[in-house]
């Protein structure tokens, strides 16, 4: 007799707030003693390998007003380019990095600041080297699905023009919404939602 197979239905998507910050980051709502510290506050120690750098940015909407209600979080390579994942195999990544961080936008001034390190290069599926980047994904009110999107540095300009994924971009004005202004150590990357500097996201 043929069993019948138990298709699961895809859960609708939803917006993220207004709780997200209550639920993920309660330490920075106010509310203590759920954790010591909110969970991807800090991705380095004073043992962490690796040039230290601060990125700092908004999310910007497309009347260009900062977003004081989103939530940002980045993954990363080592300084060696090395995943903190059980999936990575080709060797051991710093045990004093976290390579995730998480951190909500300021009330005040719409702000997300991250202290890291300037992760290495790492592969691209098909063998070649990506440059180094860093990976966004972006939540708030009224994004239904997570936004995916990349910084890229622009400090390694060879890098860049090597790397796979930012010469898929067609209309090539447009990678320049993934690089950071600035340089090392401190960052700029403003994510902008919709307008005519909108950053290119990621369908992942």
Not at 21 to 36: D, E, M, Q, R, S
Not at 61 to 73: C, I, S, T
Not at 94 to 122: H, I, L, M, Q, Y
Not at 128 to 153: E, K, Q, S
Request: glycine share 10%; aromatic share 8%.
């Amino acid at each position: 007799m043929v069993q019948k197979l138990g298709y699961l239905k895809e859960t609708a998507s939803q917006t993220a707030g207004p709780y997200v910050h209550i639920g993920l980051t309660p330490n920075f709502c106010g509310i203590p003693g759920v954790y010591k510290s909110d969970l991807g506050a800090s991705m380095v120690n004073d043992k962490t390998l690796g040039q230290r750098i601060t990125v700092k940015g908004r999310v910007i909407d497309g009347a260009g007003m900062p977003l004081k209600d989103a939530l940002v979080e980045i993954w990363q390579a080592d300084a060696s380019g090395l995943y903190n994942s059980p999936a990575e195999m080709r060797g051991t990544a710093d045990p004093n990095f976290a390579g995730w961080g998480r951190c909500p936008t300021s009330a005040e001034d719409g702000v997300f600041t991250f202290e890291t390190v300037k992760p290495g290069r790492v592969l691209f599926k098909d063998g070649r080297l990506m440059a180094p980047h860093i990976t966004f994904w972006i939540v708030a009110r009224g994004i239904n699905i997570g936004l995916h999107t990349r910084m890229y540095f622009p400090d390694e300009a060879a890098a860049n023009a090597e790397d796979p994924l930012l010469a898929r971009i067609e209309h090539r004005h447009r990678a320049e919404t993934l690089v950071a202004a600035g340089t090392t150590p401190n960052y700029t990357f403003d994510i902008h939602l919709q307008g005519e500097k909108e950053t290119v996201f990621l369908d992942i």
